[in-house]
T-cell receptor, first 113, second 114 residues
Framework: KNQVEQSPQSLIILEGKNCTLQCNYTVSPFSNLRWYKQDTGRGPVSLTIMTFSENTKSNGRYTATLDADTKQSSLHITASQLSDSASYICVVSSPEYGNKLVFGAGTILRVKS | DARVTQTPRHKVTEMGQEVTMRCQPILGHNTVFWYRQTMMQGLELLAYFRNRAPLDDSGMPKDRFSAEMPDATLATLKIQPSEPRDSAVYFC????????????FGQGTRLTVV
């Protein structure tokens, strides 16, 4: 069973709109949670890294939230742009796995004009 | 600017052939990861090294895959013999030795085994 579940699998929104992507994880204990953006044909690029003590972290128009009690995280994208079209991957690091990164399957976001 | 460099970007090979993928980590990074990405499985960790020593290769099929770091500027992933099910994008990433270090990914090698 995948330890990191993301929803929705895919999403289409209009340019300029906001959207929120969800991530639920079961790995415990937990070291940190990351959100990556992966453009088609390219490697993932880190957006945010949060430890269990952080509730929110922003990177430009991207804001990640974390609730370590419910083991949920979200990535909110504000005023979406066409260039935001990509796969967004939630990644959890846990000492249980030697602090290896455990990847979710990703949410494919398409922003259309 | 600093980046992880992978070669080749694309590789098509016949089943049974040996495949070697190379990675140049970012200078100064002492942790190197190899990942495989497929549509079905997403990103899977194959192996990772710290200070050139293999720390974990449990995700790698040992009978045909091997990963090495001959020096601090080069990591290699070899498949011998290759099989069609090995077709995937193979990513190398490098980072620092902290658990909170950011991992920087290369562009990947798209491998097709026919």
């Amino acid at each position: 069973k995948n330890q990191v579940e993301q929803s929705p699998q895919s999403l289409i929104i209009l340019e300029g709109k906001n959207c929120t992507l969800q991530c639920n994880y079961t790995v415990s204990p937990f070291s940190n949670l990351r959100w990556y953006k992966q453009d088609t044909g390219r490697g993932p690029v880190s957006l945010t890294i949060m430890t269990f003590s952080e509730n929110t972290k922003s990177n430009g128009r991207y804001t990640a939230t974390l609730d370590a009690d419910t083991k949920q995280s979200s990535l909110h994208i504000t005023a979406s742009q066409l260039s935001d079209s990509a796969s967004y991957i939630c990644v959890v690091s846990s000492p249980e796995y030697g602090n290896k990164l455990v990847f979710g399957a990703g949410t494919i976001l398409r922003v259309k004009s | 600017d600093a980046r992880v460099t992978q070669t080749p970007r694309h590789k098509v090979t016949e089943m049974g052939q040996e495949v070697t993928m190379r990675c140049q980590p970012i200078l100064g990074h002492n942790t190197v990861f190899w990942y495989r990405q497929t549509m079905m499985q997403g990103l899977e960790l194959l192996a990772y090294f710290r200070n050139r020593a293999p720390l974990d290769d449990s995700g790698m099929p040992k009978d045909r895959f091997s990963a090495e770091m001959p020096d601090a500027t080069l990591a290699t992933l070899k498949i011998q013999p290759s099989e069609p099910r090995d077709s995937a994008v193979y990513f190398c990433a490098s980072g620092g030795d902290s658990d909170f270090s950011e991992a920087f990914f290369g562009q990947g090698t798209r491998l097709t085994v026919v």
